[in-house]
């Protein structure tokens, strides 16, 4: 059974950065498609940022492009989001997904599209 573990979330202030780290003990991260997302309260579940580790292209959600960076450490295999000037409305649970790696990493953050999921890392930004 595959396990997908965030962490790195926390309260920061405003304009604050948090980084996200998503781990998969047993599982090889580096041979698929993983993204992020994150669902705030009384919101539905959106894609945040997801990568290809077949072509290395990536995609970020409009509300956080610029501010956002997903990247890979494949000797770690690990997966992490750095989130720079923090806005309150990144508030939110975020979680990390594992998904075939040919599939575009558009389609995996627009439509949701994962075979695995995290059991989510809360973030939250108040002053």
């Known amino acids: 059974q595959v396990q997908l573990v965030e962490s790195g979330g926390g309260l920061v202030q405003p304009g604050g950065s948090l980084r996200l780290s998503c781990a998969a003990p047993?599982?090889?991260?580096?041979?698929?498609?993983i993204g992020w997302f994150r669902q705030a309260p009384g919101k539905e579940r959106e894609g945040v940022s997801c990568i290809s580790n077949n072509d290395d292209s990536t995609y970020y959600a409009d509300s956080v492009k610029g501010r956002f960076t997903i990247s890979t450490d494949n000797t770690k295999n690990t997966v992490y989001l750095q989130m720079n000037s923090l806005k309150p409305e990144d508030t939110a649970i975020y979680y990390c997904a594992a998904e075939d790696p040919l599939t575009p990493v558009e389609a995996m953050c627009v439509r949701q599209l994962a075979a695995y999921w995290g059991q989510g890392t809360q973030v939250t930004v108040s002053s």
């Open positions: 047993g599982f090889t991260l580096n041979y698929n498609a």
